[in-house]
């Protein structure tokens, strides 16, 4: 091809690119306002960071912390996770608010800095739920020689901590930069948690890759994920025009000490009653009595013993 006609076809292909009246409309093109700030992913990574070093301090950031540098160092970290806090918050609710050139973007700064103080009051909180969480992902694991390895090496605090952070965030209406944490996590660890989740304490999953926590989920306490497990929704309900319906409750319900193992598929707004087990590769669409055991042969609780095929 000769470079006129080259130079033509680049011209023809740049202008219906830049065409963005039609991707707009459809929500495929978001226009930048002059002053607003905008969510960085290198940004979210050293939050990420800092919130790691901040709650487990030796493992994650500097190693050469001591008892005596210890409130010094957290100090520092607090506060430079603050100022990023507030800069994303208020990068997000930028990003997702249509507002007017010229228009004054104050007020998002004004309630990203309260969003962002508030998340710092509930860092000690988080804590305490991510130190439950390395307690059961030690005594769930016999390879595991002591907490640090878990701490170090485990992908599942990894994302648990994105996940809890994200989870608070979530709760505070921050918009997007919440779904950008988990999505790192995911990204990193193979672990899909959505920041709506609603997970309790001592929770954990073994190896992680392939698991996916949906938004309506709830988990209550000691409960245990296997790799390839799926907590997710059935078909949508749609409206009048055929669009998914959403903003309804469509994942799964598991109870305490439920014990789901690797590949299996729980699916729908059902209740996993207390204390189930769920065999691997099972496919749970029905509400399980509290003690029951999934297996891909047969469904046994205390009292009873009912074939898969007559109740699934």
């Known amino acids: 091809m000769d ?41 979210l990574e050293e939050i990420v960071d800092l919130c790691r070093s901040i709650f487990f301090p030796g493992f994650y950031g500097r190693s050469s912390i001591n008892k005596h540098t210890l409130k010094y160092t957290i100090g520092v970290s607090v506060e430079r996770l603050h100022n990023l806090l507030i800069k994303q918050i208020a990068a997000g609710l930028c990003f997702t608010t249509k507002t007017k050139q010229g228009e004054s973007n104050e ?20 804590r305490k739920t991510l130190e439950t969480d390395v307690i059961a992902a030690f005594n769930g694991d016999p390879a595991a020689d002591n907490v640090s390895e878990i701490i170090s090496c485990y992908p599942v605090i990894k994302t648990l901590i994105n ?9 505070l209406e921050v918009p997007l930069i919440p ?16 920041p709506g989740a609603q997970i ?4 954990t999953i ?24 799926t907590l997710g929704a059935k078909s949508f309900p749609l409206d009048e025009e055929g669009n998914p319906v959403k903003g309804i409750p469509r994942h799964p319900i598991l109870e305490d000490n439920v014990i ?34 999934i297996v891909q042969a047969q469904k046994e609780s205390k009292n009873n013993s009912i074939n898969l095929s007559e109740s699934y």
């Not at 470079?3 to 690119?17: E, G, M, N, W």
């Not at 065409?19 to 002059?34: A, I, L, N, P, W």
């Not at 996940?163 to 709760?171: G, I, M, N, T, W």
């Not at 790192?184 to 948690?193: K, L, N, R, V």
């Open 3 to 43: 470079s006129d006609k080259l130079a033509s076809l680049f011209s023809d292909t740049v202008a219906t690119l830049s065409d963005c009246s039609e991707m707009k409309e459809k929500g495929f093109f978001h226009e930048y306002r002059e002053s607003d700030p905008l969510p960085s992913a290198k940004t």
């Open 260 to 293: 789901v193992y690797s590949n299996a598929s729980v699916l729908g707004r059902i209740t996993i009653g207390k204390g189930t087990i769920i065999g691997g590769n099972v496919w749970v669409t029905e509400n399980t009595e509290p003690g029951s055991i």
């Open 200 to 203: 309790g304490n001592y929770f």
């Open 107 to 126: 007020p998002f700064y004004k309630k990203a800095e309260e969003i962002a103080t508030k998340l710092l009051q509930e860092l000690p909180n988080i």
């Open 163 to 171: 996940y809890r952070v994200a989870h608070e965030l979530f709760k």
């Open 179 to 194: 779904r950008m944490l988990t999505e790192m996590a995911h990204s990193e660890t193979g672990i899909d948690i959505h």
């Open 206 to 229: 073994d190896h992680g890759t392939g698991v996916v926590i949906g938004a309506t989920c709830i988990i209550g306490n000691h409960v245990k994920l296997y790799q390839g497990v």
